[in-house]
């Protein structure tokens, strides 16, 4: 990943990318758009580039758009049926079945109440279509998903839960340097936490929410005094 | 409740109520302040008269006053029209659900007529130009430019600056003309006051008996109660709107009162000294006013309520010490009894009328909720003439209550 930051804006070409294309395969992320041969950039923002050929623009967005496998933290909206409705931050509420926890049955039914926060994996997203959530792997097991009962929750924009969970990120690991805690990001830029006392609960949430405004590069830096936010 | 709710805000999910819960119930706060603590009060004053925009934190409202002329109502020929008008548009985050939306510009907007219309806070009688005929109409538009909570405070601030900072053009009505000049030809009026009400926001929760000041958003949703008293400057309660859930029981308001009380006249004592530094601005030259512009990042121009008044920290006893130094009056100790010999004075010239110092509590610490009983022995621990008047104000406590509820300050359920 390169930390060169070209900025593009909404239809602006990116010659670069079709250069490469020529010779291999490109991956477009979101924010680019292929038109025919050219590709086109349809958001604002510092253009990434991971190696070997993946590109996307980060934008600042605090609305989730949802994509399949994504992992999101939802807010249990109401029952219906035998589906919950679940606020995933989205345009649409998510929808997941009694039938997505571990051990489920039709007798077994989850113990899910309207205001409750879950961790699910977004089984399918189309543009037409509510998103639907599961909380269990391919093989049945819930993993890491499911209701998180306890802690604290709090909402953040998408930038900053897709950087918290960029591969070796370095603000978990600086975190950890200082206290344990338990964390479950969402990349709908919903972050839920859990430490020890509700004192190092507030102080975590508030270190991480001082990164809003953090650039890749900045955040390296902040990383070596996040132990002064924690003070704060 | 959960269906009729926005859940984009914060504060609406379970793990968020019951963390606030836990957190009111060990007095800690988000932002690391104390229960009885406020947010800076920052205000920017536009290149018109009559603009202002406040920030609470994260809350930021902007409110323009305009004038026109127009023919007064015929139950009241010889005053003008004060017009109130909220504009909750301007936050996009709040209006997921058509309901909620509408129920919290109403509460804005009935708690803004009260404080401001109903308390008789502006001299209408002055805004007469020709009785039956000609009044001016004064229109406060009040645009929400972002929610963190206290949305009350912060409008009633950025109305009391508003008002308080517009000037009308003066006029002439003779032989059935009317003349408007311009302000070169004579200078623009300020509006006449009667009092300067500001309102300061409790939340209440179940989980503690300690209500806390300022709430953000998170906060506010999550509270069980939220308490907005509204008080001018000569202490007098405006308003009250207590609603919601929590049990409250009389001490818990009357201690908030006593603090809304300072707070209320600190406030409009920053308002006075913001108002004083942007005429002095304004005398020196136009190319100095920066307008709106200020809201903007860090400029000199932006006036804080800490900076202004001198103090970093908002800690409303220090605030009220602070307050009697700068402006040079004779108190030289913060006592309540001090309080009441200056309060005494300011009495006929209002009509209500309401001496708050008799009626509040006369104790000052306001850390902990004092028990009926604890605050009784303090009160015999003064002595006899103490003793003897603490009875007085108990009376005199029982007598507002039945007055509040039959007065316009009915409480109102949210």
Redesign the interface.
């Known amino acids: 990943m390169t930390s060169t930051s070209t900025i593009v804006m909404p239809g602006d070409r990116i010659a670069a990318i079709e250069e490469l294309a020529k010779s291999k395969r490109v991956i477009l992320g979101p924010g680019l758009r292929r038109q025919d041969e050219t590709v086109v950039a349809s958001k604002a923002g510092p253009l990434r580039h991971k190696e070997p050929s993946t590109f996307w623009v980060d934008n600042y967005q605090r609305r989730y758009i949802p994509a399949r496998g994504d992992l999101v933290l939802g807010i249990v909206r109401s029952k219906a049926g035998d589906l919950y409705r679940v606020d995933i931050g989205a345009a649409d509420t998510a929808s997941i079945s009694y039938l997505a926890f571990e051990s489920a049955t039709k007798k077994n039914r989850p113990d899910l109440n309207p205001g409750d926060l879950i961790y699910a994996r977004v089984l399918n997203a189309s543009a037409d279509i509510e998103p639907e959530l599961v909380c269990v792997n391919s093989v049945g097991k819930r993993g890491k998903l499911g209701l998180l009962a306890e802690g604290f929750f709090f909402k953040c924009s998408l930038n900053l839960g897709r950087m918290l969970l960029r591969e070796n990120c370095p603000v978990l690991a600086a975190l950890t340097r200082e206290l344990p805690y338990e964390i479950a990001i969402g990349v709908n830029g919903r972050i839920w936490l859990k430490a020890h006392s509700l004192r190092e609960t507030i102080a975590l949430a508030n270190a991480i929410v001082a990164l809003e405004q953090a650039g890749y590069t900045e955040i390296d830096k902040i990383c070596d005094n996040l132990g002064d936010f924690l003070q704060a | 409740?959960?269906?009729n709710s926005n859940?984009?805000e914060?504060g609406?999910?379970?793990?968020?109520?019951?963390?606030v819960q836990?957190?009111v119930k060990?007095n800690?706060r988000?932002?690391?302040r104390r229960s009885n603590e406020c947010r800076d009060v920052e205000l920017a004053f536009g290149e018109d008269w009559g603009t202002v925009a406040v920030s609470l934190g994260d809350t930021k409202v902007l409110t323009h006053v305009s004038c026109d002329l127009g023919a007064p109502t015929t139950s009241r020929p010889n005053e003008g029209k004060l017009q109130l008008n909220v504009n909750l548009g301007g936050v996009a985050f709040l209006d997921e659900v058509q309901t909620t939306h509408e129920q919290r510009s109403l509460t804005l907007n009935s708690l803004l007529e009260r404080t401001f219309r109903s308390s008789r806070c502006v001299d209408l009688e002055s805004l007469c130009v020709a009785a039956e005929q000609h009044v001016w109409c004064i229109r406060v538009d009040i645009n929400v430019l972002n929610h963190d909570g206290n949305l009350y405070d912060a409008s009633t601030i950025a109305t009391l600056a508003a008002l308080m900072h517009f000037r009308r053009p003066d006029v002439t009505f003779a032989d059935d003309e009317l003349r408007i000049y311009t302000e070169k030809e004579r200078e623009f009026i300020p509006l006449l006051f009667l009092h300067y009400p500001v309102s300061v926001t409790y939340c209440i929760y179940k989980s503690s008996n300690q209500p806390i000041v300022d709430p953000t958003l998170?906060e506010e949703n999550a509270a069980d109660s939220v308490i907005v008293l509204s008080f001018n400057s000569y202490q007098e309660l405006c308003t009250l709107n207590a609603g919601g859930t929590a049990p409250t029981n009389v001490r818990t308001i009357m201690q908030c009162a006593r603090n809304a009380a300072n707070r209320a006249k600190a406030l409009v004592d920053f308002i006075r000294k913001a108002l004083s530094l942007d005429e002095e601005r304004r005398l020196q030259g136009s190319r100095l006013i920066q307008g709106l512009a200020a809201l903007i990042g860090e400029t000199p121009y932006k006036l804080s309520f800490s900076k202004l008044m001198g103090q970093q920290k908002l800690e409303l006893q220090a605030s009220l010490n602070d307050k009697i130094e700068v402006d040079n009056k004779s108190i030289s100790k913060p006592e309540v009894e001090e309080i009441q010999a200056m309060v005494e004075p300011s009495k006929p010239e209002t009509d209500t009328a309401m001496d708050t110092s008799s009626w509040l509590p006369p104790d000052e610490d306001s850390q902990e909720l004092p028990m009926p009983a604890e605050a009784s022995t303090s009160k015999a621990g003064k002595g006899k003439p103490n003793h003897s008047k603490s009875k007085a104000n108990k009376k005199k406590l029982a007598k507002r209550q039945n007055h509040s509820d039959s007065e316009e300050e009915a409480k109102q359920v949210i």
Not at chain 2, 12 to 19: A, G, L, Q, T, V
């Open positions: 409740m959960f269906m859940l984009f914060p609406k999910s379970k793990p968020e109520r019951n963390f836990l957190a060990q800690q988000f932002d690391g998170l």
